[in-house]
């Protein structure tokens, strides 16, 4: 396959599944209620914040990929985008969000690995995980929130 065919797979997949998961498993009647903190983003900013980290998230997977898994980061690659999809069934399916915090707060953990061990190697990608970090972190902190409150 040509890179190119590699990379717009990577990009199908990502934006694709983030899609799909997004369309299964959107917030319902019982995220509404839900009691939620001052600093909860108005639903509108998800959609163009995840559209932007995904094709993010699928750069650095090509870029792992092209690298032939080179200290295996395409391994944690993978490992945070299942954790990335796990975590809407977790929170809005299952209506779990102490269960979600735990994914999450692992999706975060695989996050930073990934900068941290791609850094040397693949500038690049670590620096489209940033956003991606720092998004994970402020969720994370949502998650809390709302576990928390109710």
């Not at 069934?89 to 102490?98: A, D, I, K, N, S």
């Not at 915090?101 to 693949?122: C, E, K, N, P």
């Not at 940033?130 to 902190?141: M, N, T």
Request: charged share 10%.
């Amino acid at each position: 396959m040509t890179k190119w065919t590699i990379r717009i797979a990577f990009l199908l997949l990502v934006m694709g599944g983030g899609i799909l998961i997004g369309t299964l498993t959107a917030p319902g009647p019982w995220y509404a209620a839900l009691d939620k903190p001052v600093f909860n983003p108005p639903n509108w900013i998800f959609a163009p914040v995840w559209t932007t980290l995904y094709v993010l998230i699928a750069m650095a997977g090509w870029r792992q990929y092209e690298a032939r898994n080179e200290g295996g980061y395409l391994t944690l690659w993978w490992v945070q985008l299942l954790l990335n999809f796990l975590w809407s069934p977790m929170f809005f399916v299952l209506q779990q969000p102490w269960l979600a915090l735990a994914v999450i707060l692992a999706l975060l953990a695989v996050i930073a690995l990934f900068i941290r061990g791609t850094w040397s190697r693949d500038r690049l990608s670590a620096l489209a995980f940033i956003p991606y970090l720092v998004w994970v972190s402020f969720a994370s902190l949502l998650n809390l929130s709302i576990a928390i409150f109710n």
